[in-house]
Nanobody, 120 residues
């Protein structure tokens, strides 16, 4: 059974930093991308960042480029999202996902989400 378990969310002031973790288990993800999406209250879920498990290549949404960094630890089967210079508009539930495609809202696997709240 595939599981994606997020952690690391919380409350932070604008300009601060948080690091989210996503522990993946239940299958090998060698041909998958591990991704982060987010959903703010009253808004649609949106793509944030992705990393391809095989080669570590990354892609980011324009709204987070230069502020967020996605990375992976193969030995721990864990993906991280380092979030710096946080803004109030980054407030959302952040979801980890895994899929063979990038930025698809129909990703095959999803975590339960972790809340990030940025106070202004």
């Amino acid at each position: 059974q595939v599981q994606l378990v997020e952690s690391g969310g919380g409350l932070v002031q604008a300009g601060g930093s948080l690091r989210l973790s996503c522990a993946a288990s239940g299958r090998t993800f060698s041909n998958y991308a591990l991704e982060w999406f987010r959903q703010a209250p009253g808004k649609e879920r949106e793509f944030v960042a992705a990393i391809r498990w095989n080669d570590g290549s990354t892609i980011y949404a324009d709204s987070v480029k230069g502020r967020f960094t996605i990375s992976r630890d193969n030995a721990k089967n864990t993906v991280y999202l380092q979030m710096n210079s946080l803004k109030a508009e980054d407030t959302a539930v952040y979801y980890c996902a895994a899929d063979r495609r990038i930025s698809s809202l129909s990703a095959q696997y999803w975590g339960q989400g972790t809340q990030v709240t940025v106070s202004s």
